[in-house]
Each structure stands twice: as structure tokens, then as C-alpha cells.
């Protein structure tokens, strides 16, 4: 799945048509959104997403984040994210991102500590108008926990709304 997603996200970089910047925020715009996917850690499971930003011009913006990503060893685990977010417009009114940063990993299983790890995403959002976009992102939280002989890394398929002021 995952190499499927990134390779039509390239695929459509490569095939778009030369951007307008009419949709997306010139810079200083704070923004928020919310989303629901699917989560793998050493299960599967319905995924709840929160996030807020600032845009500081239309490439670049960072970002907080907080991801549930249901359950990991039958117990809850939760994400906390910093990440920096490049952006790529490519039409009107589609454009990739890609995320880089920190994740804080808390699994509240028996036995599990918490575990800082590199995030890393990739995604697509589509503005409906200036201040509204639909994202589907793909995000990659590190290992889930510094416990244990098997460390399954986190990982979600999101879809979320964002919501620029």
C-alpha cells in the first residue's frame, strides 16, 4: 500500500500542470485540522488525528500534532508530533507535502516505554476553497517503544480536514 501511495503521488508531480497560487495561503496563516484513518502498529486500527500549524509562506509551514492510534500490545498509544511541512503546488488546486520532524511515541501497554523517533509523511491535499483542504497522508512515527525484543514501528493512512484563519 504504502509503495502504491508514493508512487502515484510522484506520478502525479510528474504530470501536472503548471501551478496557480490562487487557493493556497501566501504566508502567515494559522491553521487546524482533524482526520480519521487507519493505524498499523502490531495491529490494525481505526486512527483519530489532531493538528495546528503556521504557514509561514506557501512552501513551508510547521506543525503540532496528536494521533490515537488505537491500541499496541492490547493497550491505548498515542503520538505527539513536531514536524516541518514542504509543500508543492501542483494545479490549481491539488499539491504534495512531505513531512519531516520528531514523533513521541506513548504506548500505554505493560512493559513499554516511551520512544522519540523520526516522522516522516507524505500526502496530497485538495482545496475546496481558500481556506479549506482535504488531505490523505501517509505517516511513518518510528518505532512505537524502546521496550522489548520486537519494536514494531507505527504507521497511518489518514484522511483529514484542514482548516486555514
Do not use: C
Amino acid at each position: 500500500m504504502k509503495k502504491i501511495f508514493m508512487a502515484a503521488a510522484v506520478a502525479a508531480a510528474f504530470a501536472a500542470f503548471p501551478a496557480s497560487a490562487q487557493l493556497f495561503p501566501a504566508s502567515g496563516q494559522l491553521y487546524l485540522g482533524a482526520g480519521v484513518g487507519e493505524a498499523k502498529t502490531d495491529s490494525r486500527d481505526t486512527s483519530y488525528k489532531l493538528y495546528g500549524g503556521y504557514q509561514f509562506n506557501p512552501t513551508w509551514a510547521i506543525e503540532l500534532g496528536y494521533n490515537d492510534l488505537g491500541k499496541f500490545r492490547g493497550a491505548d498509544i498515542e503520538t505527539y508530533t513536531l514536524a516541518a511541512v514542504h509543500t508543492i503546488q501542483l494545479q490549481e488546486r491539488w499539491a504534495l507535502f512531505g513531512k519531516l520532524g520528531a514523533s513521541e511515541n506513548r504506548p500505554d501497554a505493560a512493559g513499554t516505554g516511551d520512544n522519540t523517533g523520526l516522522l516522516l509523511g507524505i500526502g496530497v491535499v485538495y482545496s475546496l476553497n481558500k481556506n479549506l483542504g482535504v488531505r490523505l497522508e501517509y505517516e511513518d512515527f518510528g518505532k512505537l517503544s524502546d521496550a522489548g525484543v520486537s519494536r514494531p514501528r507505527g504507521k497511518n493512512v489518514g484522511l483529514s480536514l484542514k482548516y486555514g484563519f
